[in-house]
């Protein structure tokens, strides 16, 4: 089955970098391990440490995998947070109290509206935001979700995240909230079951657990153990997929689906892998196309998945359109976290991605930022605010935003070349950009994502140059 599958890649694996860092050997290697070796590695390749072989005699730039170039110490501990036990014992190692009362959320963390300071918050403020988000729709009564579980669950997800700047848990939580609102503000509980939002949100809450900083692309150039296991196909995604279900299902009363019956399980998880993968930006520019033509119909399940997928999708690349202040914050993680790729790109001889170079120049982040809003966002943006019309502050936070990034990209522009007095009135302050990929056309059917398609006439829209 697929958990044995699963656990013999995690053995050749772990073999496989014991070989090539020389911490094991081959004498005591059982046939079958010896022949899973031997299909994934070839004898050139173990020998060299899974290095290219120079074909031309000249000195070769060689790629190592992600494991290879990580810190020791942290290389251990992303081994053992890879494991069950690991992760049994990150929870028992954190231990968190379990309230005897679970309060409402209070009013700076309130995720009826639209504005929380994410870093803020403190534990108990987190678990506020997920138990009320659940309670805005009666879920935790329609589907009997035991709080206590619900509350290590939680805490389960949480210590899965890793503190790198942007995608971390305050960024699970400002998902969580943004999928939960704009679910809210366009009464999508008429249309979606308490299945359905329960998957959404969980969905939003997991959607980047285990991240490691780097985006799919830099997974799959330095050949890494995600984009190993899941064949270059939205490793991240798959990976944060994964580590959702092992911690409800692989650490102890953790199981927040353990009181659904089979039938409702079964769409919940259908609902959750369609929601997380569907935040690789690969597929924006199909969900873009469909959207165009979308119209709200009766309740469907087709209809349903699409709507977790592009909900958990909007919310995840949502600060563009959220208040200023947060928003401004966002970006600066963003482009620390971007910083970093490239200094480690530049470090291993990889080709730099443009677009996520310079940002620390305040006009090179403004231009990067209006194109991603022009070229990503507003396609998307414009759709939903036709759909769902109540989701007006987001739109004009995506406004003020768009017009402080113009301004900004105007202050180093000639006098001749700068707006005219009644465009600059316009412009006010606002923030940066979101996501890690480049946003892709042509992509799976929407509903379909768990599955794997044809990528090839996938191609990103165009954006200005940085």
Not at 408 to 425: C, H, R, S, T, W
């Amino acid at each position: 089955g697929s958990h044995l599958e699963r656990l013999q890649l995690d053995v050749m694996w772990m073999k496989a970098l014991l070989e090539r860092d020389g911490l094991g050997n081959d004498e005591g290697m059982q046939d079958k391990d010896r022949e899973l070796m031997q299909e994934y590695y070839s004898e050139d390749a173990r020998r060299t440490g899974g290095r290219r072989s120079s074909i031309s005699g000249e000195k070769e730039r060689t790629v190592k995998t992600v494991h290879n170039f990580v810190d020791k110490t942290d290389y251990t501990h992303m081994m053992r947070r890879g494991s069950q036990e690991g992760l049994k014992k990150e929870i028992s190692r954190n231990p968190s109290q379990e309230p005897e009362d679970y309060q409402a959320a209070p009013p700076h963390a309130d995720v009826s509206g639209w504005e929380i300071d994410y870093w803020a918050l403190t534990e108990a403020d987190e678990f506020a935001m997920l138990l009320s988000a659940l309670q805005m729709f009666s879920i935790p009564d329609n589907l009997n979700v035991d709080r206590g579980i619900l509350h290590r669950f939680f805490n389960g997800i949480k210590s899965t995240y890793r503190g790198v700047p942007f995608h971390n848990f305050q960024h699970a939580l400002s998902t969580m909230h943004y999928a939960s609102k704009i679910a809210q503000v366009a009464n999508l509980q008429s249309v979606l079951s308490h299945t359905d939002l329960f998957a959404t949100i969980i969905a939003a809450l997991c959607h980047d657990s285990d991240h490691r900083g780097f985006n799919n692309a830099f997974e799959m150039m330095t050949r890494s153990e995600l984009a190993l296991r899941y064949n270059d196909y939205s490793p991240l995604e798959n990976h944060h997929c994964a580590r959702a279900f092992e911690v409800a299902f692989g650490s102890t009363n953790c199981n927040i689906f353990q009181d659904l019956p089979p039938e409702l399980f079964s769409v919940m998880r259908k609902r959750m892998i369609a929601g997380i993968l569907a935040t690789d930006m690969k597929h924006h520019g199909h969900h873009v196309g469909l959207l165009r033509e979308f119209e709200l119909g009766p309740s469907s399940d087709s209809q349903s998945q699409f709507l977790v997928e592009v909900i958990v999708h909007a919310a995840d690349i949502s600060n563009p359109f959220m208040p200023h202040e947060v928003a401004t914050r966002w970006a600066g993680c963003l482009n620390r976290e971007f910083t970093q790729q490239v200094e480690m790109e530049e470090k291993l001889g990889l080709p730099v991605t443009s677009f996520m170079a310079g940002l620390g120049n305040p006009s090179v982040a403004a231009k990067s930022l209006l194109g991603f809003i022009d070229f990503v966002i507003m396609p998307l943006t414009s759709s939903l605010f036709r759909i769902f019309p109540e989701m007006k502050e987001p739109k004009q936070f995506l406004e003020v935003n768009r017009a402080a990034a113009s301004e900004i990209l105007n202050a180093d522009k000639p006098e001749e070349e700068k707006p005219v007095a009644d465009d600059a009135k316009k412009l006010k302050l606002a923030p940066k950009r979101m996501h890690g990929e480049k946003a892709m056309r042509g992509s799976m059917p929407a509903g379909q994502l768990a599955r794997k398609g044809d990528l090839s006439n996938s191609r990103p829209p165009s954006r200005p140059s940085i």
